[in-house]
């Protein structure tokens, strides 16, 4: 009988859950969300107390814009907040197609497709491209998004040691006869380095592979007008066939997307179950997110004092002795070591009124848990400064 009761289920439960809580707090995994405050690019408020965001993707400085907050508002009024089903029933709105047809243009492709979320979108790619009997073939520091879509797909999934294009060209040489999808993030969402795309797209021509880029973190920020890593490689759409990016990111929005040919986003809107079986996009955040593309394209400014403060911040490392991965996107990672070590720097940081959160296993591998700094347009170079002056008191390289 006791075996049976509620009770002794929810006891069974809790046991479990406890064992793995005391299992996370003894590696010094346990994560913990904070409420921030606060509608300025990088100066918000948590637990009360005043930070500037060294840990947010707004790269641009655009989730607060005054175009952004008013597109929502006035798209709102028109046409409500939800889009009240999935694209395929009612949910598709004329704010989509227009935001579709106007991030065609600026990627230089045929078609595009929004989807809800960038982890929505890699599943909707990879899983509708490869399936049994096909093979994807990922860098090892590949988005976890891209590795749950692979797992998902019922393809073989190959993982190569980051950027090693000796690797890549030996797991394209035994891959068989199915389909053979190349998959990497543009620029790695952890390290900050970019991926060597000119050589994965001529390996990939050359073994009849497709070439899938996630470019979450170069899309607005890099590349002519911001189109991206795949524009700065001067890589065409035959070369890269399939395309995603997020606006949760530089877009300073919510959504996501998958740009391509006519046929793969028919394909897509026909067989991917990711964008299929959810709700679409509310429509005045794609309105929203048409604000946010206008600023993109006309405000080179923001990208050329990003670039800017990202030269000041290295070099600022550099002569105050502290060493960053090697990297030239606005993710510029200090990688520490040991999780406890991590989580202590950073609470030192706060204390100091930086906010740069640790990352740790399993989002970084055993043993590289690190700041992971991330610069926006909305910062000031003394800002970056007093970051520094921080880490090097407290790292002894004052
Ligand atoms: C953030 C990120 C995603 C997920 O995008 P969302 O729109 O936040 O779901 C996918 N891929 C990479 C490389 C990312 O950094």
């Not at 009240?84 to 227009?98: D, I, K, M």
């Not at 497709?113 to 509708?128: E, K, R």
């Not at 070591?337 to 740069?356: C, M, P």
Request: overall charge neutral.
């Amino acid at each position: 009988m006791m075996a049976d009761s509620p009770d002794h289920q929810t006891g069974l439960m809790d046991r479990w859950l406890d064992a793995r809580a005391a299992d996370r707090q003894k590696q010094h995994l346990e994560r913990h969300r904070r409420v921030v405050i606060g509608n300025h690019p990088v100066e918000i408020l948590s637990n009360e107390s005043p930070l500037l965001n060294f840990s947010s993707n707004d790269y641009l400085g655009l989730a607060s814009h005054p175009d952004l907050v008013r597109s929502l508002k006035d798209a709102a009024d028109c046409h409500g907040v939800g889009s009240g089903a999935s694209a395929l029933v009612t949910g598709y709105r004329r704010e989509h197609q227009l935001l579709e047809q106007e991030l065609a243009e600026f990627l230089q492709r045929e078609k595009v497709l929004l989807c809800s979320s960038g982890y929505l979108a890699n599943l909707a790619v990879t899983t509708s491209l490869a399936g049994k009997g096909d093979v994807i073939i990922q860098d090892k520091l590949c988005h976890a998004s891209l590795i749950d879509a692979a797992r998902l797909s019922d393809a073989e999934l190959s993982r190569y040691g980051h950027v090693d294009m000796a690797a890549l060209k030996r797991r394209l040489a035994s891959a068989n006869q199915g389909n053979t999808l190349v998959v990497s993030d543009g620029v790695f969402s952890m390290d900050g380095d970019t991926a060597p795309l000119k050589e994965m797209a001529a390996l990939s021509m050359e073994h009849k592979a497709w070439l899938v880029v996630d470019d979450a973190h170069g899309i607005g920020v890099s590349g002519p007008r911001g189109r991206g890593s795949v524009a700065a490689a001067g890589l065409s759409s035959e070369e890269v066939p399939v395309l995603t990016g997020t606006l949760g990111k530089a877009f300073g929005c919510f959504g996501a997307f998958v740009a391509g040919s006519e046929k793969l986003i028919d394909h897509l809107v026909n067989e991917a179950r990711s964008y299929i079986y959810t709700t679409a996009m509310p429509p005045a955040l794609a309105a929203s997110a048409r604000a946010a593309l206008r600023r993109v394209i006309e405000d080179d400014w923001r990208r050329d004092h990003l670039k800017a403060l990202i030269r000041h911040f290295r070099g600022g490392a550099k002569r105050r002795g502290l060493a960053l991965m090697a990297s030239d996107s606005p993710i510029q990672p200090m990688v520490i070591g040991d999780s406890r070590v991590t989580l202590e720097l950073a609470a030192f940081l706060q204390q100091k009124g930086y906010l740069v959160v640790a990352m740790r296993p399993p989002t970084v591998r055993k043993g590289t848990s690190r700041l992971r700094i991330t610069l926006s347009a909305g910062h000031r170079a003394e800002q970056l400064d007093g970051l520094l002056d921080a880490i090097a008191l407290a790292t002894g390289h004052a």
